[in-house]
């Protein structure tokens, strides 16, 4: 009796997500309908692939033997066609990536514009939004968010391995205040806060020699978006706490001026994350091959 690839597809889809909801979705179609999909092929090989109760959708005996013989098989599938399409150059479509805006400052010129560039048959839309969002029920191939904010069910693959903030002021704003030398010193000067997709101040966090301060930043001015706090502070309006990238090229200018730096160590930077999934879109492949090809250019591992 012969199951069909579709067929298999759903079955390998359901183990891996643990559910019917979630590999719907990465299939693309409803959630009863898949149900039915994998009750009709386990009826016609008369036997239960999954035991399910109203709180969970488990693996039997002898789906477990099923999907172990059967998902290396998929797998060498999906990877013909991945190569198949890379190599034959055949990338098309449109990526949909989401991303807070920063991120997306920091990497548009690095990696999407030189994606853009190898695979100019694919329309490349970035959304930019600070909250992190559900980027497969919102119909996105992936996210890019720091390292720790992303899903624990997401594939992670690094882009940057790490990030820095600096607190940063304009010549003008310093022209008569005295530079702060330790985080403390921060409440005597006039700070731009910002407000966080939850709808938290952010706290800004340093720490040296293994000692951590967290400072509620004083200041008037609250904004939620890292290029109002760089204009804000190019105009002199106060001191920001802002990514290195963002203001590396305004303080090499002389524009602004980075203190506390002594504070100020690196973090966990950014991942490219997207749901586990058997079939990955050639177009989605190949950012990632042209990430790990970045990775490899600074020496920096790319894992998944």
Same mark, same amino acid.
């Given at each position: ?21 979630? $590999? ?27 035991? +399910? ?19 290396? @098989? ?20 449109? %990526? ?7 991120? @997306?400052?920091?990497?548009?010129? /690095? ?5 853009? +560039? ?11 939004? =600070? ?26 693959? /690094? ?16 022209? =008569? ?22 709808? *938290? ?15 509620? @930043? /004083? ?19 106060? %001191? $920001? ?33 997207? @749901? ?13 091959? %042209?990430?790990?090809?970045? =990775? ?6 790319? *894992?998944?």
């Amino acid at each position: 009796m012969k199951a069909s690839l579709a067929e298999l597809e759903a079955i390998a889809a359901v183990a891996r997500h643990g559910g019917f909801r979630a $590999a719907a979705r990465e299939l693309g179609m409803s959630s009863s309908a898949l149900s039915h999909a994998v009750a009709a092929l386990e009826e016609r090989l008369s036997v239960r692939i999954f035991n +399910r109760t109203t709180r969970s959708v488990t693996l039997s005996d002898a789906g477990e033997r099923f999907v172990a013989e059967v998902a290396p @098989a998929l797998a060498v599938i999906d990877r013909a066609i991945e190569n198949a399409g890379l190599s034959s150059g055949a990338v098309s479509g449109t %990526l949909r990536l989401n991303m807070a805006p920063g991120a @997306a400052r920091i990497l548009l010129a /690095p990696l999407i514009l030189e994606y853009g +560039r190898r695979y100019p048959d694919v329309e490349i839309e970035i959304v930019t939004d =600070n909250a992190l969002v559900d980027v497969i029920g919102k119909g996105f191939d992936a996210g890019v968010r720091l390292a720790e904010s992303v899903p624990t069910d997401m594939v992670a693959i /690094p882009i940057l391995p790490t990030l820095r903030s600096l607190v940063v002021g304009s010549p003008a704003y310093f022209g =008569n205040r005295s530079r702060p030398l330790v985080p403390d010193d921060l409440l005597q000067h006039r700070c731009i806060r910002a407000r966080m997709a939850s709808g *938290k101040l952010y706290r800004w966090e340093f720490e040296r020699h293994g000692q951590s301060i967290l400072i509620d @930043a /004083p200041g008037s001015l609250i904004l939620d978006a890292s290029d109002l706090m760089l204009s804000a502070a190019l105009d002199g309006a106060g %001191l $920001a706490y802002i990514s290195e990238g963002t203001v590396a090229d305004h303080i090499a200018a002389g524009e602004l001026i980075s203190v506390l730096e002594d504070w100020s160590p690196p973090y966990p930077g950014l991942s490219l994350y997207f @749901a586990q999934r058997r079939q990955m879109p050639a177009r989605l492949r190949a950012l990632i091959e %042209l990430i790990r090809e970045q =990775n490899a250019s600074r020496g920096t591992p790319g *894992k998944d």
